[in-house]
């Protein structure tokens, strides 16, 4: 199994409490939710049941009734609704012996809870009337409907409010888990082409499946995104509506949000969207960004009233920049020279680099210091900006400028002076006391000429490669 490291440690010990668990693995679609679970505890659940999409609520329990009597179970009176299913499932699990934990998966828990369903009052019923006093017993629940999750079981004001004892948020790979999974593969590509691949694909471990040995990331981009019946043509749709019950103004936000790469105060998304500053933007919002589609931060020096919201999610940015409305046919391989193609891998690295913090942060030495990562724009003047500021505390901030590239990046006499008048913009207008020292982010290293001392220090593609 490819990372996941610290979550497979979790379940475990989880699985060797001595009290009873009621556990929560939430996370965007094709993150590999399910995939963690049965590999964590391969051979070792005492019951599984995954949940059937658009099906009827006599279909499901049908189907649930079907998991147990493959598990070997023999009902003991019929089964119309949830509470005589949990009824059964509670006599199955009693009747099994041996020291070990009782580990009940139940998968796309969402799924389960049809319309004018008595599902979750029977779930409820089921682990606050018998599960919760079982002290071996681990009830691990699975979803991406990232709303169904939050609204009824996180936010539940009923029976299964303050009921869940763990939670596990799925995040995508990152950059050195995502090259473990393509070497895993027999794809042996350079670093460029891994950090490009992440650039489309982001850190879904099932888009990055797709790909294919003895092609090049062109080839396998056009051959999953762009071919004729390509498997991720209709995945923006496919995956909104999954997650997310009314997905339309979700799909509202990341549109905006896709269309300013500096990212969007609240204000400036209601005015984009048409959508009410309320409550239900908040919980979109907040939806989105447990799913891991956008980003919230703050601007350096202003309070949280200010952040920023800033989209997050790299294969909906791609999707939105290159794949809607084009042509079915091979088309990643003749762009790679374009301007587009330039102007979208700048922004790209951008959204790699602040999604790999840590790793910039350990490789920076400054990972046991406190800071605040932030972004700033020199008032009235937009073409004087740093999309990440480090404000730490010993003293220092760094102002970090990304910098796609094919090999080690030059500077040369103008943009020392650009870099140079940038930071003193920076001194002058917030007027810090702290050092300020410019960082560079780039694949490959800085070439060492008059001008590379305008860095402090660079932090290349193998910093963010780097776990642990």
């Known amino acids: 199994m490819i990372g996941r490291v610290a979550e497979r440690r979790r379940l475990r010990e989880i699985a060797a409490s001595r009290g009873a668990e009621f ?23 005492t019951f599984t049941y995954t949940g ?55 998968d796309e828990l969402p799924w389960m809870d049809n319309r004018k369903s008595d599902f979750l009052p029977a779930l ?50 990152t950059l050195g888990e995502c090259k473990a999974l393509l070497e895993s593969k027999g794809i042996q590509w350079n670093i460029h082409d891994i950090i490009e691949a992440y650039m489309v694909f982001g850190g879904i471990p099932y888009y990055l499946n797709l790909l294919t040995r003895g092609g090049s990331l062109a080839q396998g981009v056009d051959a999953t995104c762009f071919a004729e019946g390509a498997p991720l043509a ?3 749709d496919q995956v909104f509506a999954t997650l997310f019950a009314d997905p339309a103004p979700h799909v509202a ?60 999610d790299p294969f909906t940015g791609f999707y939105l920049t290159f794949m809607e409305g084009s042509v079915p046919g091979p088309k990643w391989a003749a762009s790679v020279d374009s301007a587009q193609h330039r102007a979208w891998s700048g922004y790209a690295f951008e959204q790699v680099c602040l999604g790999h913090l ?8 400054i990972s046991g210091v406190r800071q605040q990562a932030a972004s700033w724009r020199a008032v009235g003047d937009p073409g004087t900006q740093v999309d990440l500021v480090i404000d730490r505390n010993d003293g ?46 780039t694949p490959y290293g800085l070439v060492a000429n008059q001008y590379a001392a305008v860095f402090q220090a660079c932090v290349t593609a193998e910093d963010l490669l780097t776990e642990g």
């Open 234 to 236: 209709q995945e923006f």
């Open 52 to 106: 059937v999409a658009n099906v009827t609520a006599r279909v499901q329990l049908a189907e649930f009734v079907r998991a147990l009597r493959e598990h070997g179970h023999q009902l003991r009176a019929p089964v119309d609704t949830w509470f005589d299913a949990f009824a059964e499932l509670r006599a199955y699990l009693e009747d099994q012996r041996g020291p070990g934990p009782l580990l009940v998966f139940l």
């Open 396 to 441: 220092i901030i760094d102002l970090c400028e990304m910098k796609y590239a094919a090999g080690p990046f030059v500077v040369d006499k103008s943009t020392d002076q650009t870099l140079r008048t940038k930071a003193a913009v920076f001194r002058t207008l917030t007027a810090t006391r702290k050092a300020v020292q410019l960082v560079l982010v």
């Open 124 to 173: 409820e019923h089921f682990w606050n009337g018998w599960a919760s006093g079982v002290s071996r017993l681990v009830l691990i629940a699975c979803g991406s409907a990232t709303s169904w999750i939050t609204r009824k079981v996180f936010r539940n004001t009923g029976g299964l409010y303050n009921r869940v004892t763990q939670q596990i948020r799925l995040r995508p790979f």
């Open 23 to 45: 556990v929560v693995v939430y996370g965007r679609r094709r993150v590999g939710k399910t995939y963690l679970v049965r590999e964590t505890f391969a051979g070792e659940l």
């Open 253 to 312: 936000v990341v549109r905006a949000l896709a269309t300013r790469q500096s990212g969007l105060t609240r204000a400036d998304l209601v005015q984009a969207t048409g959508l009410a500053d309320g409550g239900n933007l908040t919980r979109v919002l907040t939806e989105l960004e447990q799913s891991d589609f956008v980003r919230q931060y703050r601007p350096f020096g202003r309070a949280k009233k200010g952040a920023l919201w800033q989209l997050a």
């Open 358 to 365: 840590p790793q910039m942060r350990r490789a920076l030495g």
